[in-house]
């Protein structure tokens, strides 16, 4: 059975510490979850004041569903050696809306490219093997606005289709915002616009 294309994998909550060990090099993994780009610098910054004698803190991230983007950061490892391993990771287990880091600390031997690689895509698996993985649906917002006179026609037909009520302003006029599944959101503009009393606006 095809899953809905409203529907996306992302973790419940950050991971807890992982530790992978390779030829006394000692890397930690983490995994957040995140929804836009300005909250990995703060946790990255964390990272490193946690591990101050990390040499590396290296990372992947990827956020959005339908046109996702994404950055991968080998923090001065060899290019390609930490990030996209990471990344890689990310991928494998179809996850968005999710941050990946691996601090390194050295152990006095040099693992070379194929032994980097190996190690930051492992500790990376690791991490997401041990995180709390959710479903997620992606919701639309819709605002309504009506006078009194109407709410119960309005709360009738958000109780029949299961929509959720985001927030709402009881006066005279009442305003309401609701969360509509993506795969629904035309569908149920079309009948809310067979109400002329009722305003809405996306």
Known sequence: MKKASDIYKTIAKPSEEILFKEK???????????????????IIENLKAK???ANHVCYAWQIGVESPTYRA???????????MPIYGQIQSYNLTNILVA????FGGTKLGVGGLISAYR??????LENSTIKEEILQKQITLRFSYEEMDIVMRFIKK??????S???????????SVR??????IKKLLKAYHKIEIST
Request: glycine content about 4%; hydrophobic content about 30%.
């Open 24 to 42: 006394k090099s000692k890397f930690y993994g983490y995994a957040f979850p995140i929804k836009q780009e300005e909250e990995v610098k703060d």
């Open 161 to 166: 289709h299961q929509l959720e009520i985001i």
């Open 102 to 105: 691996v601090a390194r600390i």
């Open 73 to 83: 950061n080998d923090d001065g490892e060899p290019n390609n050696t930490a990030g």
């Open 122 to 127: 492992e500790t990376a698996k690791l991490t």
């Open 168 to 178: 709402q302003e009881m006066h005279l006029k009442c305003e309401l915002v609701i």
């Open 51 to 53: 591990h101050p004698s």
């Open 182 to 187: 993506q795969t629904a959101f035309e569908k």
